[in-house]
């Protein structure tokens, strides 16, 4: 058993700045990949940032530049530091990572529960 908690979202003014957090726990073998997805209302699911076992990143076009992925790897932790934050950046921010458990050999997908990031003035 795996879970993942969020937190850091909240309410930022437009060019502010927000730092999102999530801890991952329970019987972890090997974190292969975390990364941090959001959704806003009427949009698909997207990747925002990815950072693999090897530390290596991707992000979407439209926060390179903006926002910086880092992980602690003690901790089992991933963090997105968000910066010059756009109200087009509102969406439900969900933490995701691709796990090998002690239980099963085999690769999968966990999700946080999700934490609101709203941009407004």
């Known amino acids: 058993q795996v879970q993942l908690v969020e937190s850091g979202g909240g309410l930022v003014q437009p060019g502010g700045s927000l730092r999102l957090s999530c801890a991952a726990s329970?019987?972890?073998?090997?974190?292969?990949?975390m990364g941090w997805y959001r959704q806003a209302p009427g949009n698909p699911r997207e990747l925002v940032a990815q950072i693999i076992s090897g530390g290596s990143t991707n992000y979407a076009d439209s926060v390179k530049g903006r926002f910086t992925i880092s992980r602690d790897n003690a901790k089992n932790t991933v963090y997105l530091q968000m910066s010059s934050l756009k109200p087009e950046d509102t969406a439900v921010y969900y933490c995701?990572?691709?796990?090998?458990?002690?239980?099963?050999?085999?690769?999968?997908?966990?999700w946080g529960q999700g934490t609101q990031v709203t941009v407004s003035s």
């Open positions: 995701n990572a691709d796990i090998n458990s002690w239980r099963s050999p085999n690769q999968r997908t966990y």
């Open positions: 329970g019987s972890i073998r090997r974190i292969n990949a």
